[in-house]
């Protein structure tokens, strides 16, 4: 179908007609009422008017869209395309190429967004660069690509220039160039302001911290591993502790909140066994500020003598969280076993029942909850050794493999 079908004459007496119709369409469109609106474009569609049919068509094209008709939509978007308009041709193109695109057909949307280029209308120009250089990413042309990311930042397109600077930025990123991400968030936020964009400076900035940190931990890491000299040795390591334990705290944390939780682990854990204990002693008071420090009481009396000061069972697992950033998911572990543990010893109270064997079943089932969890052993040896430490050669013969797991 083109813009002239039917006849002038007949185009001209209806218009009016049409007009109307495509007003009601339009509202049928907004209020949801899509089948009926599609019938509704479809009649000015037929009307052939050279006026109303580029409007209607692309209308037809948007509603079959969202129908689920997306072969019907895009021929429609073909019919608006023909008629050449200077408006709804490029837009029907522009909706056609990311009907296309998001269906994965490259190919196709590239030579609709070539059309979008080709209506003459600079409005949409920008829109297509955008399209052409998300497209030319996709198969791996960086070179055309940059070209069209250039393009779109030059435009200054207050609707355009913004969103494919956050998405540009973010590309580049990931690719591991933070100075160029910051140059195209510049330009973006100057074309127009997105929340986007602000949290991708923040990002870049995060980048730039995070290769200071690693600088200084780098630094003190290789001075460690030289030999010092006489004066090094009368005035002590360049990188002063703190300075160091400083560093590696702020680079596992930033590599944390970045998502790159194995590496924050390793930089713990090398800060931990920094060749310089003073260093080393810094990383672990950092790692462990906020942990824990229980008063001496009845819980800690009948720890045994060899037992350093300190040395909770559960330490290790709590370090070990604080070093992979895993605290929240140890939280977690923590209050569904007590809530297990609790459930199945409140049971029977609540029900107030006096059968010992239903009772000392209870408290078997609530025992045998945390050895479910990787820190479960450790407290049933702890047990163990408490039990031993405080019953001495009265303390029970427990059976092998006690207490068990839970069901």
């Not at 079908?5 to 007609?17: K, N, R, T, V, Y």
């Not at 296309?100 to 609709?112: K, V």
Request: hydrophobic share 45%.
């Amino acid at each position: 179908m083109t813009a002239s079908a039917g006849s002038s004459a007949h185009a001209s007496g209806d218009e009016p007609e049409l007009a109307s119709l495509l007003e009601q369409a339009r509202d049928l469109a907004e209020n949801g009422h899509l089948d009926r609106a599609a019938q509704v474009y479809e009649r000015v569609v037929e009307g052939g008017s050279p006026r109303y049919l580029p409007r209607a068509a692309l209308g037809l094209a948007v509603v079959r869209h969202d129908m689920g008709d997306v072969a019907a939509a895009h021929a429609a978007a073909r019919t608006a395309i023909a008629t050449g308009h200077p408006e709804f041709a490029p837009r029907a193109a522009y909706h056609l190429a990311l009907s296309l695109e998001s269906a994965g057909e490259d190919d196709r949307a590239r030579e609709a967004w070539n059309e979008v280029m080709d209506s003459g209308n600079n409005r949409y120009r920008p829109a297509a660069h955008y399209g052409l250089a998300r497209l030319a990413e996709e198969r791996g042309d960086t070179r055309a690509a940059e070209e069209h990311w250039e393009q779109v930042l030059q435009s200054g397109s207050a609707e355009v220039a913004p969103e494919a600077a956050h998405d540009y930025a973010a590309r580049l990123l990931a690719q591991g160039r933070p100075d160029a991400a910051a140059d195209v968030v510049d330009r973006g936020l100057e074309a127009g302001e997105h929340a986007g964009l602000r949290l991708l400076l923040g990002a870049v900035h995060v980048e730039y911290a995070i290769s200071a940190f690693g600088a200084v931990v780098g630094e003190a890491e290789a001075e460690a591993g030289t030999e010092a000299d006489a004066a090094t040795a009368v005035s002590g390591p360049a990188v002063a502790p703190e300075v160091a334990g400083g560093a590696v705290e702020l680079l596992a944390r930033l590599l944390a909140v970045r998502g790159d939780g194995e590496t924050a682990e390793r930089v713990w854990a090398d800060g931990l066994a920094h060749r310089d204990p003073a260093t080393a002693g810094e990383v672990r008071a950092r790692l462990r500020r906020g942990f824990l420090a229980p008063e001496p009481g009845p819980a800690s009396d009948d720890r045994a003598p060899e037992q350093d000061e300190g040395a909770d069972w559960w330490e290790p697992y709590v370090e070990a969280a604080a070093a992979q950033n895993s605290a929240p998911m140890l939280t977690g572990e923590l209050f569904v076993a007590l809530d297990r543990m609790y459930t199945r010893l409140a049971l029977p109270l609540a029900q107030g029942e006096g059968d010992p064997e239903a009772l000392r079943r209870a408290v078997q089932e609530a025992v045998r909850t945390p050895g479910q969890y990787v820190w479960g052993p450790a407290l049933d040896d702890d047990f163990r050794e408490r039990l031993r430490v405080a019953a001495g050669s009265r303390a029970p013969v427990l059976p092998e493999g006690w207490p068990g797991t839970a069901d």
